[in-house]
């Protein structure tokens, strides 16, 4: 009945407004003719079957009324689900651009250099952008498929660099989680840009997830050159902030901290 009334809105309006003349018309005439100029102010004093249209009348108007505004309500719902289904998708275009943009770059500086380090190089970036391009679209992932991108990111940077870095990343997962994609790959993607990639020697990058099917825990830890930290927040962080207001308002926590040249930050997001 809601979503008729919303495909009509304006014939309801139109016709209501009819009825709502034309009944209280024919009464004032019934009276007029009927009744003879009277004044009639009790139900009882009109004809059985006048009463029962005037109480029918009402009784439909009343409930077309509430029926309408529930209606407008439904598409004011409806508008805001799509308003936010749309920002968040906005939100998770906005990831990787630049580190692909980059990771091209770098590519075509070793074509000539390095064939077989190239080979590799397009492989991995070649998986990572069927993720983010294709499941990077949906509204959930499982977090093992989550993982395996993390994953290959790594990989890939360890192949890209020519200096040895600490990595290490530890999971211990259930099979059955599930996570919006493309999250957790923000905070991994800061610990890259602002740490290793600003360090000669010593880099490191320590990851920790540990996840049920009710809760996650990861957690995050970089040295960097405190005279290369930027001053403000990065667009990265202020994506992932947005997007987890908006998907798990109330049920997440992000902190971080930065002392003596070590980043750490941990999230705890309620599955």
């Known amino acids: 009945m809601i979503s008729i009334l919303k495909k009509n809105n304006w014939l309801i309006v139109k016709i209501l407004a009819l009825i709502s003349i034309l009944i209280p018309l024919g009464i004032m005439a019934y009276e007029f003719i009927v009744l003879g100029n009277e004044s009639v102010v009790f ?19 009343l409930v077309i009324g509430i029926l309408w505004i529930l209606s407008q309500l439904s598409s004011l719902l409806t508008l805001r689900n799509e308003t936010r289904k749309n920002e968040i998708q ?7 651009p630049h580190f692909f943009f980059n990771m091209l770059n770098n590519i075509y500086g070793l074509v000539d250099k390095d064939t077989e380090k190239t080979k590799k190089l397009i492989l991995k970036l070649s998986e990572l952008m069927r993720y983010s391009i294709y499941e990077g679209e949906k509204t959930t992932v499982t977090l093992a498929d ?34 919006m994609p493309l ?31 009710h809760k996650l825990v990861f957690e995050i830890e970089n040295n960097f050159d405190e005279k290369e930290l930027p001053e403000e927040e990065g667009i990265g962080l202020k994506n992932l902030k947005r997007r987890l207001h908006l998907v798990y308002p109330k049920k997440y926590t992000l902190n971080s901290s930065s002392n003596n040249g070590i980043y750490k930050a941990q999230l705890e997001l309620q599955l």
């Not at 009882?44 to 029962?52: Q, S």
């Not at 906005?90 to 990787?96: A, P």
């Not at 600490?166 to 259930?174: A, R």
Request: glycine share 2%; aromatic share 10%; net charge negative.
């Open 183 to 213: 999250l957790l790959i923000i905070l991994v993607e800061n610990a890259f840009k602002h740490g290793v990639e600003n360090l000669r020697e010593n880099a490191y990058v320590h990851i920790n997830l540990k996840a049920d099917s």
């Open 146 to 179: 989550e993982v395996a991108y993390i994953q290959n990111y790594i990989a890939l940077h360890k192949i890209r660099y020519h200096k040895a870095i600490d990595i290490q990343f530890n999971t211990q997962v259930e099979e059955n989680s599930t996570i």
């Open 43 to 61: 139900l009882e004093d009109y004809p059985v079957a006048v009463g029962v249209i005037i109480i029918i009348y009402y009784t439909i108007l």
């Open 90 to 96: 906005h939100l998770q275009s906005q990831v990787n």
